[in-house]
């Protein structure tokens, strides 16, 4: 017996080392991965027309900013949530007391054609924003008129701001120019100096070529750079060729000519998402449409009521403006300050649509039906204004819209078409409005704040059109303005939110979107706030056409024995 079990042991033991060797024996499955490599040509259909490739001479060409994007570089730059980040620099630091910005220039930063990037040459470009040659708006060249620039060596630089001021960072995007290409030229030239046509800069991307065409520009090659400060981009070249508008532009990506559609606009964004090849993207932009009210004109003293102001709010239907007249092109806008940004306070009081809501407010303020009379009125004053509106297709529809659902809630609306330029000059600049539907723009300024349109000081001659005098909101945003912290931004502007919300001096619309169409052979594009419509292409250093095959071992799994 003992013998027996001394020989079952025996037997066992072997069987687990059998079945340990089977093991390690087992066959290895190889795994081809995909792997972003160099190489392909990207060509996009670009909405508009060549003027001059100048980060100097770009500001009123929403084209030429798209190409001189991959050009030339800035000495920040900023993330999707508006936060900035290091281009040309490598870092940066601020004084205490928030008025001298010393920079460092990347070591391997280098111009086109092989020149260091150095410290004169960022002296050199801001003397030419401040010139008479360069299209910078004048508030622009104001500040850097005020601003000391000095040269602390090669690499190094400094900046000293006559008082802290937060957004700064906003004002150093702009392209580096080289001083050794350009210094010759004299500022009042610029805009026909050969550099426009052949330019040089530190981007991305090289110039390569233009394309020409019965003596007309019909577009540009980019090639890939191999000394970019950041790697070369994966796309070897960029090819831009100019189209008049989206339906055209469409057509081109149809009949094969082209890859990428700049811009995809409302008549043809349908058409467009049946493509089954091309990937629509849709990105907020940095704007709001919304309701300017005018809170110091007497012959509408029921705007100073803040109830009055939140059943106005309360009784307005943006689902369907956004929905239907806008076709989707558009976010319900709750907060001044745009979603996406740091900034941004998700938990502000939202506004949905209730009329019964907005009727009870109306009608706790004193605002009944006087006999035979489809219009609420007090003590005389009944809910009449007018709204003026720029004279667009859109604008119109919008703002009869509007006039149908304050009918509803018994608040009578006398709609004024007049040209955009009037609107602005004649009626919100002059502050002779009562109420008014438009836009704000913060195109080409990440950091988020909203001093310039709602702090007291803007009232008179600034562009808080609504006039709103709150001395806690203007408290919040002067503060946010030193303040270095960005966490302490954050804190206050959330405040100045909650505030906005509660008194809202003016109604908050929408925030539109733009649209654009990539092949979905183009791999790793990924979409993000916009600040310009530039930074579509912000990482166009990330998309690839061309993949390599890269090897993983795993082992296979070997099937159990019955």
Do not use: C
């Not at 307005?316 to 319900?332: D, E, M, W």
């Amino acid at each position: 017996m003992k013998r027996l079990r001394w020989q079952i042991l025996v037997v066992a033991v072997t069987l687990v080392i059998v079945a340990l060797l089977l093991l390690s024996q087992q066959p290895v499955t190889t795994i081809i991965l995909p792997e972003a490599a160099p190489g392909g040509i990207y060509t996009e259909a670009l909405i508009g027309s060549m003027g001059r490739l100048n980060p100097m001479l770009d500001w009123n060409n929403p084209a030429d900013r798209d190409v001189n994007r991959l050009l030339f570089s800035g000495l920040v730059k900023f993330d999707s949530r508006g936060l900035p980040q290091p281009d040309l620099v490598d870092s940066w630091g601020v004084s205490a007391d928030g008025k001298v910005y010393n920079f460092s220039i990347r070591s391997n930063a280098l111009w086109h054609d092989g020149t260091p990037v150095t410290s004169d040459d960022v002296i050199f470009t801001i003397e030419m924003i401040k010139s008479s040659g360069s299209l910078f708006p004048q508030d622009i060249k104001d500040l850097w008129s005020q601003i000391l620039v000095k040269r602390l060596d090669d690499k190094t630089f400094q900046f000293t701001l006559p008082e802290p001021f937060s957004p700064f960072l906003d004002y150093v995007t702009f392209g580096i120019l080289p001083k050794h290409l350009l210094e010759s030229v004299p500022a009042d030239q610029l805009p026909s100096a050969e550099f426009n046509l052949s330019p040089v800069g530190t981007g991305p991307y090289k110039f390569g070529e233009l394309l020409i065409s019965g003596g007309q520009i019909t577009g540009v090659v980019l090639v890939a750079n191999q000394d970019y400060f950041l790697g070369a981009p994966f796309v070897e070249q960029v090819v831009f060729r100019y189209f008049p508008n989206s339906a055209s532009a469409l057509d081109a990506y149809r009949q094969g000519e082209v890859l990428g559609i700049s811009q995809l606009t409302q008549d043809v964004l349908e058409s467009a998402l049946q493509e089954p090849g091309l990937s629509v993207y849709t990105s907020r932009l940095p704007q709001m449409g919304l309701v300017f009210l005018n809170l110091n004109n007497p012959t509408v003293g029921f705007l100073q009521d803040a109830n009055v102001r939140r059943a106005l709010m309360l009784g307005l239907n943006r689902t369907v403006i956004v929905s239907h007249i806008l076709k989707g092109q558009a976010i319900v806008a709750d907060s001044p300050i745009l979603p996406g940004s740091w900034a941004y306070y998700d938990e502000i009081e939202k506004f949905p649509y209730d009329p019964e809501a907005a009727i009870q407010l109306l009608n706790k303020e004193g605002y009944i039906f006087t006999a035979g009379s489809s219009v609420r009125s007090k003590d005389g004053q009944p809910l009449t204004f007018t709204l003026v509106h720029p004279d667009n297709e859109i604008h119109t529809q919008i703002a009869q819209a509007i006039q149908s659902d304050w009918a509803l809630i018994g608040v009578q609306v006398n709609l004024q078409s007049v040209p955009y330029d009037s609107m602005v000059n004649d009626y919100l600049t002059t502050r002779n409005f009562e109420a008014a539907l438009g836009d704000l723009s913060t195109s080409r300024t990440p950091d988020p704040d909203p001093y310039l349109f709602w702090h007291q000081a803007e009232a008179t001659g600034g562009q808080n059109y609504s006039q709103w005098d709150s001395r806690t909101a203007s408290e919040f945003l002067e503060t946010a303005r030193t303040a270095a912290d960005f966490n302490e931004r954050a804190r206050l502007y959330r405040n100045f939110q909650v505030v906005f919300a509660k008194e809202l001096p003016s109604l908050p619309l929408y925030y539109p979107v733009y649209s654009y169409g990539v092949d979905a052979q183009v791999q790793g594009v990924q979409v993000a706030p916009m600040y310009d419509i530039s930074d579509r292409l912000a990482l166009i250093n990330e998309w690839y056409l061309v993949t390599r095959r890269t090897l993983e071992e795993q082992p296979e799994a070997v099937p159990a024995v019955p």
